[in-house]
C-alpha cells in the first residue's frame, strides 16, 4: 500500500515535470512473470501514454494494480525530467554503472592491467623473509 507522504512525493515530482493527469492516457494489461496465478490472470501491468511528449511507459513490478498506477506515475515524472535536464536518475545510473562494470575490456586495457598485477606480484616478492 501507498503512503499517503509516498503519493505527496510522486505528485510534487509530477508538479515539477509538468506531468497532469489529463494529459495522461491510461491503460492496464494482462500481467506475467513472477508472482504465480494471480499476476498472470489479472489486468495489473500499468501502462501510461503521456500524450504532449509521446512517451510511454509500462510498470508490472508489483501485484498491486493502484501501487503500479503511481510508480508508473514517478517513472513517467523521472523520464522527463532526465530528457529535459540531462540529470540522469539513479536507477539509470546504477544499470549504466553495471553495464560498464561487465563490459569487455580491450586488447590494451588487458593487457596493461595484467602488466600492472605482474609488477605488484614482483613488489610482494620482495617482502619476503630472506633465507641465510
Known sequence: MMTPETIAKIQALMAQ???FEEDLEESFILGGGPGGQKTNKTSNVVRLVHEPSGLQIRCGENR??????????????????????????????????????KRRRSRRQKQKMLEDKHAHSEIKAMRKPVDW
Do not use: C, F, T
Not at 535536464?85 to 545510473?93: D, F, H, L, P
Open 17 to 19: 515535470a509538468s506531468v
Open 64 to 101: 498491486s494494480r493502484e501501487i503500479n498506477r503511481w510508480l508508473a506515475r514517478r517513472a513517467l515524472a523521472e523520464k522527463i525530467l532526465e530528457r529535459e535536464q540531462g540529470v540522469k536518475s539513479a536507477a539509470r545510473q546504477a544499470a549504466e554503472k553495471k553495464r560498464r562494470q
